[in-house]
T-cell receptor, first 113, second 115 residues
Framework: GQNIDQPTEMTATEGAIVQINCTYQ??????LFWYQQHAGEAPTFLSY????GLEEKGRFSSFLSRSKGYSYLLLKELQMKDSASYLC??????????????FGSGTQLTVLP | GAVVSQHPSRVICKSGTSVKIECRSL??????MFWYRQFPKKSLMLMAT?????????EQGVEKDKFLINHASLTLSTLTVTSAHPEDSSFYIC???????????FGPGTRLTVT
């Protein structure tokens, strides 16, 4: 089976740093994605990790440890517009289509002024 | 990045009628398209995966006769909700992926309300 866990809600202050964790248990692994989704809109791609380590892209960074089944998304210099749901998704080739993603329940981040 | 469109963005229909939602990849060939359903404040639930020219693969619990999926070309997939009921009201999102790409590109979603 597949299990992807992330906190339901987080709150942070504008200008601060926030780390959103994601743990996963899947039969196979072929990459982990982070998406941002604003209410009523489709998810937008943030990052992709397939090897261990940190991927940095501007204010956003994503880390992966395959041995621990763990990833985090780090958001720096938070802005009000960062208030959104952040979805962790894992590609597990053993689940069927090699291109299929399984999504976590999402973390609703609220940025306060 | 690649662009995926969905039409309509919002639709209201009466119980018992059918609704068709289109998903198009505008600037790439989508060999695989995915259809998701999302309830308020919930994550995306995969409904089915479709490959161009072949029958869709439905997830467990998704009725294939109720949610008809047609992936007629490399740029178009359609989802038809047949004999809609109020409980079918939801946000439906498609995504598309090209042959050599690891990334899925999402459409803007369709808000379906069944009265």
């Amino acid at each position: 089976g597949q299990n992807i866990d992330q906190p339901t809600e987080m709150t942070a202050t504008e200008g601060a740093i926030v780390q959103i964790n994601c743990t996963y248990q899947t039969s196979g692994f072929n990459g982990l994605f982070w998406y941002q989704q604003h209410a009523g809109e489709a998810p937008t791609f943030l990052s992709y990790n397939v090897l261990d380590g940190l991927e940095e892209k501007g204010r956003f960074s994503s880390f992966l440890s395959r041995s621990k089944g763990y990833s985090y998304l780090l958001l720096k210099e938070l802005q009000m517009k960062d208030s959104a749901s952040y979805l962790c998704a894992v590609r597990d080739p053993s689940s069927g289509s090699a291109r299929q993603l399984t999504f976590g329940s999402g973390t609703q981040l609220t940025v306060l002024p | 990045g690649a662009v995926v469109s969905q039409h309509p963005s919002r639709v209201i229909c009466k119980s018992g009628t059918s609704v068709k939602i289109e998903c198009r990849s505008l600037d790439f060939q989508a060999t695989t398209m995915f259809w998701y359903r999302q309830f308020p404040k919930k994550s995306l639930m995969l409904m089915a995966t479709s490959n161009e020219g072949s029958k869709a693969t439905y997830e467990q619990g998704v009725e294939k006769d109720k949610f008809l999926i047609n992936h007629a070309s490399l740029t178009l997939s359609t989802l038809t909700v047949t004999s809609a009921h109020p409980e079918d009201s939801s946000f439906y999102i498609c995504s598309a992926r090209g042959r050599e790409s690891y990334e899925q590109y999402f459409g803007p979603g369709t808000r379906l309300t069944v009265t």
